[in-house]
């Protein structure tokens, strides 16, 4: 049984509002409706990601609401405001918060539009690619006075992909198809944050000419492409026993955690077991660079 069915709701929910070939909104991190106090005391999050920042941050404490698809066991007790994209403005506006941190996106632009307009701040945080990923860890690390502790998370990621690309680069760059549902079969496409990873991996995106993020690819393209790793990160098998038949000289692999399929503090983690995917010891020696 997969447990994964929140990364690719989101990345779904996002796909169906805007279309399969839109391109992510542009900007960074950026404040509606009145400026949070200097010190944020009542934190409500409308995304896990977001969570975990500020969880990774060690403001834990300031948390009052999140999502209704949060898991982490320090907030199973905390009050659930709505999704991703149905943030439900009532019960956001009952906690009182000083700062709502959002991932935004067309699906929840109304809401959060009406709680910047009857006085709730909000902090908008794109979480399209990496650059957009250590610009949130920095402006929540700000908002909440933890600006140290933001610079030290980013400096330890930045040092991992440094790490984990200096390696790559001796390795052979293994073709890898990237799949999040099989039916119709989704991928990561260019542009994506799985194929950010994948290059830092020092991977070949079979899907890199698809034209999207994260476009319905088609079957005859997949098995065109013979990828040599095909990294299963999709929330259901259903469909996927055709591909794995036609596959069949690929080499599968399951995605381990959430690490690489949310954009977070967990994306270090993440990119370290990305790598481990696409280059287990005996692949890694027999494709050393001599």
């Not at 290059?199 to 993020?213: I, P, Q």
């Not at 997949?222 to 990294?231: F, G, K, Y």
């Not at 591909?243 to 399929?261: F, G, K, N």
């Not at 954009?263 to 790598?275: A, D, H, W």
Request: proline share 9%; hydrophobic share 45%; with cysteine.
């Amino acid at each position: 049984m997969k447990t994964r069915l929140l990364p690719f709701l989101l990345l779904a929910a996002l796909c169906l509002v805007t279309g399969a070939h839109a391109a992510p909104p542009k900007g960074g991190p950026r404040f509606l409706g009145p400026k949070p106090p200097e010190k944020v005391k009542r934190v409500v999050t409308l995304a896990p990601s977001l969570t975990e920042t500020v969880l990774a941050l060690g403001a834990g404490s300031t948390l009052v609401g999140v999502s209704r698809f949060d898991e982490a066991r320090e907030v199973a007790g905390l009050p659930r405001v709505g999704g991703f994209i149905d943030p439900s403005v009532e019960a956001v506006v009952a906690l009182e918060p000083d700062l709502v941190l959002v991932q935004p996106g067309p699906g929840n632009q109304r809401p959060v539009e009406k709680l910047a307009e009857i006085g709730v701040p909000v902090l908008l945080l794109p979480l399209h690619t990496v650059t957009d990923t250590l610009a949130a860890l920095r402006a929540v690390g700000k908002a909440l006075g933890k600006e140290k502790e933001a610079d030290a998370l980013v400096q330890r990621i930045e040092s991992t992909r440094t790490r984990i690309r200096e390696t790559a680069r001796t390795l052979k760059p293994p073709r890898v198809l990237f799949v999040y549902g099989f039916e119709p079969l989704v991928v990561a496409g260019p542009g994506s944050f799985a194929d950010e990873l994948l290059r830092d991996a020092g991977a070949l995106n079979v899907a890199a000419d698809a034209g999207a993020a994260y476009p319905v690819y088609s079957v005859e393209r997949a098995v065109s492409a013979s990828p040599d790793v095909v990294v299963d990160a999709a929330d259901v098998d259903v469909g996927k026993d055709k591909l794995v038949a036609l596959l069949s000289q690929s080499r599968w692999a399951e995605v381990p955690s959430m690490a690489m399929l949310q954009p977070g503090p967990s994306m270090g983690r993440g990119l370290e077991e990305l790598f481990q995917l696409l280059h287990p010891p005996a692949k890694r020696d027999a494709g050393t660079v001599r």
